[in-house]
């Protein structure tokens, strides 16, 4: 398979089509999603091509853990953290998940309500 597998986020990491980029290491890419619902809308994912955190395995520990701590980072530096902010990761249909890549979706700028509905 090539890099970043099968789907409209592996095109991204590929370059193949245009996306805001914010952030990227060898392992994470992170950009602004297309259909923002605040004010700040960021994904970040992984390069490796896993389509959810339920295909991750024990190999994809370290992997995840850099995730979960790029997230963080990029919050911190879109200046999130004061007022707080929401990462959250679907997965598959009734988890509202639509593009089969891993991914945390980083929604600050505004209040989040509970529960997401
Ligand atoms: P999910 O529904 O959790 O799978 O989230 C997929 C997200 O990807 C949605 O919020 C979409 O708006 C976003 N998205 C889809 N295509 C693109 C794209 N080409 N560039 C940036 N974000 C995208």
Known sequence: MSSGGDTIFGKI?????????????????????????????????????????????????????????????IARRE???ADGYRIVTNIGSFGGQTVPHLHLHIIGGRQCHWPPG
Request: no cysteine; aromatic share 2%.
């Open 13 to 73: 990491i590929r370059r193949e089509i245009p996306a805001q980029i914010v952030h990227e290491t060898e392992h994470v890419l992170a950009f602004r999603d297309i259909s923002p619902v605040a004010p700040s809308h960021i994904l970040v994912i992984p390069k490796k091509p896993i389509s959810s955190v339920a295909s991750a395995g024990p190999a994809d520990r370290e992997l995840l853990g850099e995730l979960l701590l790029e997230a963080a980072e």
């Open 79 to 81: 200046g999130l953290e």
